[in-house]
């Protein structure tokens, strides 16, 4: 990383400040006169109607609060599942310290060395002359500055270099998940003495944890190519975190025809509750580049789809092209949401096939997730 800009640093943080002043200049009204003037009453609504409107908006509001911590509680224990297993956040990381063969401990000390060059890189006396302009003790202005590093390194996570050609070999990432996934289990073990000891009885998250994990070891031991990306994908969306069949299924299948298939396409079908089958094709043009087809219905948000591929296709250098067509079937409502992605038989994979059918299932769901919460459709930032 290049070192730290101190004078875009000041100016920065000058901006920021007197934005923050602005802002709560504007929000703290003055106060009120003594003598303030009667309020009109507001109009009398009928006792029934207004009931039956409180009613629908609380039980909107609860079936919407339900399902946001639902997801809130699926997202932690995925977060906790790539914790204990030693694996990286995103599926991104991942990828490049597997092409590297690098360790979790390895790949966060990368990044704790480039943060702390950073760090070093501002003076004391840089510190004084930020601390003189914003009206901060030292200490304070070097932590603003620390935090906004912290961040820019967080940020360069996103833009991770992909080695076009090194391929996702499934039999390496089967073994991996059977020597962490080990490892694992001995931290949950140890984990749960210490827990006991503190006198805390309900275990059961990480016993369901261990559960989940020892499932994941037994899975990867077959050394199937298609398990193998199926644990994969699913430790890596964050509403799936290594157990599918509770509200959403997905299964990796291979061509059931007895061509000689290419490793370079994969057919994926997913199931949404509010827009019925989506079907996509993924071929792998060249290197870094994946051509997209998708069929949907006409309702379907393609915009939406499109951007949002758009936009986290460039933190990987994706260079991919996404075209729709419209499916004529007619929409039939589904309780469940899955995914099939079907593949032919082959022990390797390449890192943006893989990518592009991570992110193609994650924001389908999300989408038809924000359907049913009653969200318009938009662009979420990436």
């Not at 990383?1 to 875009?8: E, L, T």
């Not at 990368?110 to 060059?117: D, P, T, V």
Request: aromatic share 4%.
């Amino acid at each position: 990383m290049a070192g730290i800009n101190i004078r875009k640093f000041l100016n920065n943080f000058t901006q920021n400040y007197n934005n923050q002043q602005a802002l709560q200049t504007k929000a703290t009204p003055n106060m009120p006169a003594i003598n303030t003037p009667q309020v009109a009453k507001a109009p009398e609504v009928p006792v029934q109607s207004a009931n039956i409107a409180q009613n629908v908006s609380q039980n909107l509001a609860a079936s919407t609060q339900n399902l946001q911590l639902n997801t809130l509680q699926s997202m932690d224990r995925a977060v906790y599942a790539k914790e204990v297993l030693g694996f990286p956040k995103n599926v991104n990381e991942f990828i490049y310290m597997l092409q590297r063969g690098m360790t979790q401990t390895q790949f966060n000390q990368m990044f704790a060395n480039q943060l702390a060059a950073q760090r070093n890189s501002l003076s004391q006396l840089q510190a004084q002359i930020l601390a003189q302009l914003q009206g901060l003790s030292t200490s304070t202005a070097k932590e603003m500055v620390n935090i906004q590093l912290a961040s820019q390194v967080q940020g360069s996570l996103k833009n991770l270099e992909i080695l076009s050609g090194g391929m996702i070999n499934l039999s390496q990432i089967s073994q991996l998940l059977q020597t962490n996934g080990k490892d694992a289990i001995t931290k949950l073990i140890m984990s749960m003495t210490e827990a006991s000891k503190a006198g805390i009885s309900d275990l059961s998250q990480m016993k369901e944890m261990a559960k989940l994990i020892n499932a994941s070891i037994s899975i990867a031991s077959e050394n199937n190519p298609q398990k193998t990306l199926k644990l994969l994908l699913m430790l890596y969306l964050p509403w799936l975190p290594l157990e599918d069949g509770v509200g959403f299924d997905l299964e990796i299948q291979q061509k059931s025809d007895n061509k000689e298939e290419s490793d370079s396409i994969l057919q994926i079908t997913i199931s949404t509750i509010n827009y019925g089958i989506i079907k996509a094709t993924l071929v792998l043009e060249s290197s870094n580049s994946v051509q997209v087809t998708i069929e949907a219905s006409e309702k379907f948000p393609k915009n939406e789809l499109k951007t949002r591929i758009s936009k986290e296709q460039k933190f990987y250098s994706m260079d991919s092209v996404v075209s729709f067509s419209e499916n004529k079937q007619k929409e039939q409502a589904d309780s469940k949401q899955s995914a099939n992605v079907n593949m032919s038989q082959t022990t390797e994979i390449n890192p943006y096939l893989l990518l592009m059918a991570h992110t193609l299932i994650k924001h389908v769901i999300e989408i038809d997730n924000n359907k049913t919460l009653g969200i318009a459709s938009h662009t979420d930032e990436i």
